[in-house]
């Protein structure tokens, strides 16, 4: 089936240690999402990629940074932990930018401690 | 700026007691509204699109209906399995992302 995959699923890092959290997708599609989601709230963007262009929101903490080395991976980068990064983080994709649902990945649940 | 206020917050039904969820927005030149289940602990599961007032889609005890401000997500006779969080979340015309609301828990006893 085709899906949207993460890994891992659990992660535990160190404050200021920096930890990857990774993305595949196997729809082919051209989007790639990176949101955070903290309990009982939204989903927040932080970034998308469409194709190769990298498009960040303006609140997205420097922090954090990604990578899309092709069509099927993207990479979440967290340069410096902090107590407040710990949080669900979500991946998704669509077939393109406007008016297509996205598919969404399992989760990458991060504890810092 | 895109707003999604989704009401109520939490919602308790016993099994077969039919309701609806509510998603209010503004947004300027709506793309398309998203319905999306959230299970504890995973990624949303995407349920439907809507793109204009008027419009229906119905997937087994669910139906989503949307007008020019809101939409609502009826639920007929639930299950318990039909528990989760329920997310709105529209795209406008100025913007590539989703906004999205913060969801109505839903929980259906048996």
């Known amino acids: 089936d085709a899906m949207v995959i993460q890994n891992p699923r659990y992660q535990v890092t160190q404050f200021g240690k920096p930890v990857t959290l990774s993305c595949s997708q196997t729809l082919n599609h051209n989007v790639m999402y990176w949101y955070q989601q903290k309990s009982s709230q939204a989903p927040k963007l932080l970034f998308h990629y469409y194709d190769k262009d990298f498009n960040n929101e303006a609140d997205t903490p420097d922090n954090f940074q990604s990578r899309r080395p092709n069509t099927s991976f993207c990479f979440l980068d967290i340069r410096s932990p902090g107590l407040g990064d710990a949080a669900m983080y979500l991946c998704?994709?669509?077939?393109?930018?406007?008016?297509?649902?996205?598919?969404f990945g399992p989760g990458t649940r991060l504890t810092v401690t | 700026e895109d707003q999604v206020t989704q009401s109520p917050e939490a919602l308790r039904l016993q099994e077969g007691e039919s309701s609806s969820l509510n998603c209010s927005y503004t947004v300027s030149g709506l793309r398309g509204l998203f319905w999306y289940r959230q299970d504890p602990g995973k990624g949303p599961e995407f349920l439907f699109t809507l793109y204009s007032a008027g419009e229906e889609k119905e997937k087994e005890r669910l139906k989503a209906t949307l007008t020019k401000k809101e939409s609502f997500l009826h639920i007929t006779a639930p299950k318990p399995e039909d528990s989760a969080t329920y997310l709105c979340a529209v795209q406008g015309r100025s913007a590539r992302q989703l906004t999205f609301g913060s969801g109505t828990q839903l929980t259906v006893l048996p």
């Open positions: 998704a994709t669509s077939r393109e930018a406007e008016s297509y649902e996205q598919y």
